[in-house]
């Protein structure tokens, strides 16, 4: 049922100009709207011969043995969410102030959710199906005291402006995860942005408990900014949850990992990966126990999260017809 939905959003194979795949078009495609950051598939029982929504709940004993699965695709990209049903019809479509990353979960109280990482620092959850904002998270409730504060204010013309833009571009957050307990609900929101930082929220009480300083930029950590050449901290741009181990695991700009306890968030371990390349997306295989990882968009490594230890790397070519790789995703069966 869900292969048969998917194939019928996205297009039929073979064909061009049907289904939402051909709506957003490939990346930088002119009059299109993507990239696209992040999908998601909510699902809803309807009584059958009915064509409203509902839960099961809201469903008689007799109907709900009859009550048919639906299905709803949410697509994200920079600028909007927009939902479509199985025909490829867009059921609504939601403005959104510039995003950057992508989650869905369960909140204990609010219940399904989408969570978007945004350009400005701050973290949007919204209600599954209405999209109504239930909760919003600022990464600016924390201040830091370094020496960036007040640049801005004190700096006038073209040089001022340059690093305004910059702090902002800084404050994307790249990295989000969703902390989950053993029965599957969110507890706490983990986000890094593009200074190192990393912020951990409580929810639902919304509460900011954990920041994160970046960590000191290693040898290879070098770009070119505008003052000259010298080393940068490295950006958090990825992070995931393993919830077997408790474990919450971030990826940085210069290669370099940090594996924290998912209840006090307290610092594991700090490891490197093969390669001193960004660590660019994390995804954690709970059939094998293990924590695939995007390094650049040339390697693939493979960490066994029991040991810490990298058990596993090839170049990304060997599984993409010898072209870099754009994003890394992980489908499992069986697995609730």
């Known amino acids: 049922m869900l292969d048969s939905f998917i194939s019928s959003v996205f297009g039929s194979r073979g064909r061009s100009g049907d289904g939402v795949a051909a709506q957003f078009g490939g990346a930088n495609e002119m009059g299109k709207p993507g990239p696209v950051l992040g999908l998601a598939i909510e699902s809803s029982k309807s009584a059958a011969g009915t064509g409203s929504l509902a839960s099961s709940a809201d469903l008689s004993s007799e109907t709900r043995s009859s009550a048919l699965?639906?299905?709803?695709?949410?697509?994200?990209?920079?600028?909007c969410i927009e939902r479509f049903n199985m025909k490829a019809e867009q059921l609504s479509k939601l403005p959104?102030?510039?995003?950057?990353?992508?989650?869905?979960?369960?909140?204990?109280?609010?219940?399904?959710v989408h969570v978007c990482g945004c350009q400005d620092g701050t973290v949007q959850v919204r209600k599954e199906g209405t999209l109504q904002l239930v909760m919003e998270l600022s990464s600016s409730d924390f201040e830091e005291t370094g020496d960036h504060q007040g640049q801005s204010a004190s700096s006038s013309g073209a040089n001022g402006m340059r690093r305004e833009a910059l702090a902002a571009a800084e404050a994307a957050l790249g990295a989000l995860t969703l902390v989950e307990g053993f029965d599957g609900m969110t507890t706490a929101i983990v986000a890094g942005n593009q200074r190192g930082e990393v912020f951990i929220w409580e929810v639902p009480s919304s509460s900011l408990i954990k920041h994160m300083a970046a960590p000191g930029p290693s040898a290879d950590a070098r770009q070119e900014t505008g003052t000259g050449t010298g080393p940068l901290p490295p950006f958090a741009g990825s992070a995931c949850c393993v919830p077997s181990a408790a474990q919450v695991w971030v990826g940085y700009g210069d290669g370099s990992l940090c594996v924290l306890d998912a209840l006090q968030f307290e610092v594991i371990q700090k490891m490197r990966s093969p390669e001193a390349l960004p660590v660019s997306s994390l995804l954690f295989s709970s059939i094998h126990g293990v924590v695939l990882g995007m390094v650049g968009s040339r390697f693939v490594c493979v960490w066994?999260?029991?040991?810490?230890?990298?058990?596993?790397?090839?170049?990304?070519?060997?599984?993409?017809?010898?072209?870099p790789l754009a994003c890394l995703g992980l489908i499992e069966t069986g697995v609730h």
């Open 69 to 79: 699965k639906r299905h709803v695709l949410v697509v994200v990209t920079p600028r």
């Open 96 to 112: 959104h102030n510039p995003i950057s990353s992508f989650q869905s979960g369960w909140i204990a109280g609010i219940g399904r």
């Open 304 to 323: 066994d999260a029991s040991t810490l230890s990298c058990v596993a790397s090839w170049p990304s070519e060997l599984v993409s017809c010898h072209r």
